[in-house]
Nanobody
Framework: VQLVESGGGLVQAGASLRLSCSGSGRTFSTSTVGWFRQFPGKEREFVAGIDWNKRNTDYADSVKGRFTISSDNAKSTVYLQMNTLKPEDTAVYYC?????????????????WGQGTQVTVSS
């Protein structure tokens, strides 16, 4: 599975962005997918996840009510809709996937990773 993120950019506080994670390979449609972010000098942290049957989702407390993860299997793409962005959301965002995997916050649960996309929110 190869993953490519897109949709990052520079926005003002309060704005919205939608990140896309496009996956190649037949197993992407049955992969658990997670979005993570990494602040400078910090460990990569879980943001949101959607399980392999695309029925269950989970979010970090810091983004609940603002971010929404969704999937379009026909397009082999998982989205992260980010609303009401804050300067503290500034980070590099990564998507990760693992076929038929357990959804969770641990990075080790995810086998495949994208290259990341920068999100910068100005105040």
């Amino acid at each position: 599975v190869q993953l490519v993120e897109s949709g990052g950019g520079l926005v003002q506080a309060g704005a919205s962005l939608r990140l896309s994670c496009s996956g190649s390979g037949r197993t992407f449609s049955t992969s658990t997918v997670g979005w993570f972010r990494q602040f400078p000098g910090k460990e990569r942290e879980f943001v949101a996840g959607i399980d392999w049957n695309k029925r269950n989702t989970d979010y970090a407390d810091s983004v609940k009510g603002r971010f929404t993860i969704s999937s379009d299997n026909a397009k082999s793409t998982v989205y992260l809709q980010m609303n009401t962005l804050k300067p503290e959301d500034t980070a590099v965002y990564y998507c990760a996937a693992t076929p038929f995997g357990e959804m969770g916050v641990a990075r080790t649960l995810y086998r495949y990773w994208g290259q990341g996309t920068q999100v910068t929110v100005s105040s």
